[in-house]
């Protein structure tokens, strides 16, 4: 059985559970699934009126999940996802086999997404106004809500595409990805020697992608 989850908006990966509340037609198909044991939104406080944190819920895109369970935890606060699970959120794809969510006192959230052996998580990230991919691939994946940073952990690889051609390739034992300030940061294993674990970056000059764009710009105004 596939779960399809609906979500107003509430912020990022976490909202994709515990948001459910915020559309009572949501909350009760998640009920009703067996799969579900009690809508995550049961763990979400909702903003006080004129808080930041409830203008960031009212901007934020909606949120789709598919996975084929979904479980509450009312103790922990907590909600995963498993089997096949694939998250959108805007421009933003998430696909993993476990996405574990769960938000502190203060409104913000966080997420842990995980795959089987043999397997990567994958992160997709576009931004069409400049023809620009992000994709993002690692053993694991955490979200900050708080700094509104992902962080790609184990065999991390970041690639930033330009009219769908790489240009720049940052790869690590972890590699940080801040979306709203579009920064990184990579780390390499602790006492890793020559080119074994340690970071790698590969940057193309900016003229190339200032080129490549102009190219998909001039090719999508002749449509």
Do not use: H
Request: aromatic share 6%; hydrophobic share 40%.
């Amino acid at each position: 059985m596939t779960l399809r989850r609906i979500v107003s908006p509430c912020s990022w990966l976490i909202a994709a559970a515990a948001a459910l509340a915020c559309s009572p037609a949501a909350a009760q198909g998640a009920a009703s699934s067996p799969a579900a044991t009690k809508p995550a939104a049961a763990a979400s406080a909702p903003a006080k009126p004129g808080t930041k944190n409830e203008k960031q819920a009212a901007d934020a895109p909606d949120t789709l999940i598919l996975s084929d369970t979904l479980n509450y935890d009312d103790v922990k606060k907590q909600s995963t996802f498993t089997g096949k699970v694939v998250m959108t959120r805007g421009l933003m794809t998430l696909r993993a086999d476990k996405l574990v969510m769960y938000e502190d006192p203060e409104g913000f959230q966080y997420g842990t997404a995980t795959v089987a052996p043999g397997s990567l998580v994958f992160v997709r990230q576009e931004n069409p106004e400049k023809f620009e991919v992000v994709e993002a691939k690692g053993l694991r994946a955490e979200y900050n809500g708080k700094t509104d940073e992902f962080e790609m952990i184990g065999d991390a690889v970041v690639t930033k595409f330009v009219c769908g051609k790489p240009f720049d390739t940052i790869s690590g034992d972890r590699v940080k990805y801040n979306q709203s300030t579009n920064t990184y940061q990579a780390f390499s294993k602790s006492g890793a020697t020559g080119n074994n674990g340690r970071v790698r970056s590969v940057a193309s000059p900016g003229a190339k992608a200032e080129a490549a764009a102009a190219e998909c710009r001039q090719k999508s105004a002749k449509g």
